[in-house]
């Protein structure tokens, strides 16, 4: 069974920081690409940044390149999102998200974890 658990979300003032984590467990993470989604009220869910299995960062929305860094460590089966500058229009509730291959693709969301950043 795999399992995807995000914490780290919170209450932070406009310009402060805040560190995601997601932990999979159930399957070799290292040999999938995880990404960070995120949704906020009344919108559709969007991609911020996703990360290849090989540690790289791509595709970061524009709004938030240059203040947020995607890292994962495979021994942890864990992926980061490294959130500073933060604005109010982050407000959102942050999903990881994995797909994997099992006699087919199947998609893995966590449970979602809220960033509120009060303007």
């Known amino acids: 069974q795999v399992r995807v658990v995000e914490s780290g979300g919170g209450l932070v003032p406009p310009g402060g920081s805040l560190r995601l984590s997601c932990i999979v467990s159930g399957v070799a993470a290292d040999t999938y690409p995880m990404s960070w989604y995120r949704q906020a009220p009344g919108k559709e869910r969007e991609l911020v940044v996703l990360i290849t299995s090989a540690g790289v960062g791509v595709n970061y929305a524009d709004s938030v390149k240059g203040r947020f860094t995607i890292s994962r460590d495979n021994a942890k089966q864990s992926v980061y999102l490294q959130m500073n500058s933060l604005k109010p229009e982050d407000t959102a509730v942050y999903y990881c998200?994995?797909?994997?291959?099992?006699?087919?693709?199947?998609?893995?969301w966590g449970q979602g974890t809220q960033v509120t950043v009060p303007s």
């Open positions: 998200y994995v797909a994997v291959y099992r006699v087919g693709w199947h998609e893995y």
